[in-house]
């Protein structure tokens, strides 16, 4: 029988951005022990299915650093990356990106946080 799940975006999305920012860390959670002074966390965060074989997830990157000048920075650095994916991925069509914001994170004293969202439109993975 042949069905359809959802497409790997937070795995694609670290992937991406790991290999145009190499030396900087991404994940989908944050570093336990001895946190880079650089470092962003991609969460998918819902969506929704647009028909039979595409889907409209929504992604939250967090993008973490020691200043709150350094984390504006890198959450441009990150931001401009995922902006392109549609460009990069084949089964993504469509990225919509809100601008970064200073949204500090109150379990994380020692980093300042930038984040964003994004409005993906990708296919659905087939499955047999």
Same mark, same amino acid.
């Given at each position: 029988? #042949? $069905? ?6 937070? $795995? &694609? +999305?670290?992937?991406?951005? @790991?290999?145009?920012?190499? $030396?900087?860390?991404?994940? %989908?959670?944050?570093?336990?022990? /001895?946190?880079?002074? /650089?470092?962003?966390? +991609? @969460?998918? &965060?819902? $969506?929704?299915?647009? *028909? ?14 020691? %200043? *709150? #000048? ?6 441009g650095d990150v931001w401009s990356t995922v902006a392109g994916l549609a460009e990069a991925v084949e089964w993504i069509h469509r990225v919509e990106l809100t601008m970064p914001v200073n949204f500090p994170d109150p379990d994380? @004293? ?9 409005? +993906? @439109?990708? *296919?659905?993975?087939? &499955? &047999?």
């Amino acid at each position: 029988m #042949v $069905g359809v799940r959802p497409s790997p975006l937070e $795995g &694609t +999305i670290t992937s991406a951005l @790991t290999s145009a920012w190499p $030396g900087r860390w991404f994940g %989908t959670r944050i570093p336990a022990r /001895e946190r880079p002074a /650089e470092f962003a966390r +991609i @969460t998918r &965060t819902g $969506g929704d299915r647009s *028909n039979l074989v595409q889907e409209q997830p929504a992604v939250l990157v967090e993008c973490y650093a020691l %200043t *709150n #000048v350094a984390a504006e920075r890198f959450a441009g650095d990150v931001w401009s990356t995922v902006a392109g994916l549609a460009e990069a991925v084949e089964w993504i069509h469509r990225v919509e990106l809100t601008m970064p914001v200073n949204f500090p994170d109150p379990d994380t @004293t020692t980093h300042t946080r930038y984040q964003f969202l994004a409005s +993906i @439109t990708a *296919n659905l993975e087939f &499955t &047999t």
